[in-house]
């Protein structure tokens, strides 16, 4: 009986693969332990953090106490503009001189230099190394008493008397940049020079041979391949530096006066150091709603790029 | 965007004047353009390239020196008194060993962590069609992008009413939250270039599919996990910020360790201090010597490429 039973018989390909879920319930079986991951350690803490800036709450008791836009008000008439300001001046800062430096170097290693291999990895180097190291290196090279800068410029006549660099309100953003701007420009150098190498060079002889100038070869084919590269590194990186934390909090912790303050290292404080949890989300919910729009752009652009 | 190209663009051009469009045949002129090419190209190299490897200079050169010739002032841009002392002084701080190895425990740990939760689902959203996938992929690149700072804040008092604070799961698991996405999009591109025929003819010789994720397809993306890996295992070897707030002193890590051993309150002993950033850094220079051919795809899976 039993044997003659035909819609006993699966279809053959699902028996095939040997499994009694569908491919679908398979695939999604497979990303359940990381979903749960990003649930717990990512969601769930993002979530609670927008729900917390709406209490008052300290950071060393338990409890809490509900004050609506309390927090919000707080930064809202108080420092907010400055902090966005700040931060927009690190992350512009941060992202353009690097590009311009890392975009500058890849078209020099383009070119076919002797060594450009060898060139590469080591310029790779101050992107490699950790970034409190980074941070070390410059507030030694930066150092007001005994710092090299300060040595070479005097002995070159450029300053008379020692700087402290980041000691003082009008350099310390300044050097925080040029610190940001060491370390990241030998990955925008490699990520442009893969772009670069990816436009074919007939293109550029063909433009040649029609009397186009290099600056005309640069707009006219360069660019335009690897313009797609450029916008996602740049439009990385400006994400990147507007949450960047390790190179401002170790240099200058956000001083002197504040003047170096961004919303990373203003959320850090706000929580560890004034244990004010509830005003340290607050302001967290108004920089997360900045940070979104930059990916929902930048989600746009890869989109764009096809498959993602 | 368009400014920001005219600097290193003019740099390349300047040499050429417009003189040698009148004169001289197109090849004379192209061997001329070449040649400026070149000089710009060099000059592009010198100039950045003392900007990037000067400090370099710098972390070496007082890492070798005495302190005494570190308090001085103009210091002396090639140091005379060479010495190992900051080097050995390292190996007798039983604290900053300690800190070492648990930076050696807990980036481990995270690396193997990220790559095994990674290799699931890496494998399902390249190898499978289904609802849903594509905006799981999107939550996990955007996941990358959240603020640590404030993440911090509140992984903070979750650890805190666990009572998992200074432990090496809290740190671990702070970590994946900025290794796991990167892993997830590294495997996803390794994945894809694994031919679907391959797949399809272990199920057609009878495999199950767990028997073909873990004896066909994990053996050949076996390198491409290993870079993986390394590169989690970097990211966590470096971390500053969670390590910092979320562990006390008997788990902290290297990084903030060094903030908390050399920065003092009155005067750093910046040769020791500069000699320790040198010995963090071997492992992380190490690791990305074998991982340079992985380099670029790496840093551009889910971005670039896609």
Not at chain 1, 41 to 68: C, N, W
Not at chain 1, 77 to 84: A, K, Q, S
Not at chain 1, 163 to 187: C, D, E, N, R
Not at chain 2, 258 to 270: A, D, H, K, R
Request: charged fraction near 15%; include cysteine; hydrophobic fraction near 50%.
């Amino acid at each position: 009986m039993s044997t003659a039973a035909p819609p006993q018989k699966a279809p053959p390909p699902r028996q095939r693969t040997g499994g009694r879920l569908s491919n679908g319930a398979f695939a999604l079986l497979l990303t359940a332990p990381g979903l749960a991951l990003f649930a717990a350690i990512i969601f769930y803490p993002l979530l609670s953090a927008l729900f917390t800036g709406f209490f008052k709450q300290d950071l060393r008791l338990p409890g809490r106490e509900f004050v609506g836009l309390d927090n919000f008000t707080y930064w809202l008439d108080g420092d907010f503009l400055t902090i966005l300001k700040q931060t927009l001046v690190f992350t512009v800062g941060a992202t353009l001189v690097p590009f311009v430096l890392g975009l500058a170097l890849a078209l020099a290693l383009n070119t076919g230099l002797k060594g450009s291999g060898f060139l590469r990895g080591l310029f790779l180097f101050p992107w490699v190394i950790p970034g409190v190291v980074v941070s070390f290196l410059w507030m030694w090279i930066f150092n007001a008493n005994y710092g090299v800068l300060n040595g070479v410029l005097m002995k070159a006549g450029i300053i008379e008397e020692s700087v402290a660099w980041l000691g003082q309100p009008g350099t310390a953003m300044l050097a925080v940049i040029v610190t940001k701007t060491w370390a990241s420009f030998p990955w925008m150098m490699v990520m442009l020079l893969a772009g670069l190498q990816t436009v074919p060079k007939e293109l550029h002889e063909a433009a040649s041979m029609d009397g186009a100038g290099s600056v005309r070869r640069f707009f006219n084919v360069t660019w335009p391949q690897i313009r797609g590269v450029a916008s996602i590194v740049l439009l990385l990186e400006f994400i990147w530096n507007f949450q960047h934390f390790d190179t401002i909090y170790v240099l200058t912790g956000g001083g002197p006066a504040g003047t170096t303050e961004t919303f990373a290292t203003a959320v850090y404080q706000t929580a560890f150091k004034g244990f004010d949890i509830g005003r340290a989300t607050a302001l967290g919910g108004l920089w997360m709603l900045l940070l979104l729009l930059l990916v929902v752009v930048y989600l746009r652009i890869t989109e764009r790029k096809g498959d993602a | 965007m368009t400014s920001t190209t005219s600097t290193p663009l003019s740099a390349v051009d300047r040499p050429r004047s417009s003189a040698t469009r009148a004169g001289g045949s197109t090849r004379r002129r192209m061997r001329k353009d070449l040649l400026r090419s070149r000089i710009a190209a060099w000059s592009a190299v010198v100039v950045i390239g003392a900007f990037g490897l000067l400090p370099v200079y710098w972390l070496l050169a007082t890492a070798l020196s005495t302190p005494e010739s570190t308090f001085q002032f103009p210091p002396k841009l090639i140091p005379t008194d060479l010495t190992l002392d900051n080097f050995t002084a390292l190996a007798d701080n039983d604290q900053l060993i300690k800190y070492m190895v648990n930076s050696l425990i807990v980036a481990s740990i995270t690396a193997v962590l990220s790559v095994v939760v990674a290799t699931y689902m890496g494998y399902s959203f390249s190898k499978f069609r289904y609802r849903g996938r594509r905006s799981l992929m999107h939550l996990v690149l955007a996941s990358q992008m959240f603020p640590q700072a404030l993440l911090l804040v509140t992984l903070y008092t979750v650890f805190s009413s666990f009572g998992m604070l200074n432990t090496y799961t809290a740190l671990v698991l702070s970590f994946t939250t900025f290794t796991m996405p990167l892993c997830v999009w590294m495997l996803k591109g390794i994945f894809d270039t694994i031919p679907d025929a391959l797949l399809e003819a272990a199920s057609i010789d009878g495999a199950s599919r767990w028997r073909t994720l873990h004896s066909i397809v994990a053996p050949l993306a076996a390198p491409g996990m290993v870079a993986a890996g390394l590169f989690a295992f970097v990211r966590g070897w470096n971390d500053f910020i969670f390590a910092l707030t979320l562990a006390d002193k008997e788990k902290q890590t290297l990084p903030p360790g060094l903030v908390s051993t050399y920065i003092g309150e009155f005067q750093t002993s910046w040769p020791q201090l500069m000699a320790a950033s040198l010995v963090v850094s071997i492992p992380v220079v190490v690791a990305f010597m074998f991982l340079q051919r992985y380099l670029v795809g790496g840093m551009t899976a889910g971005s670039v490429k896609s």
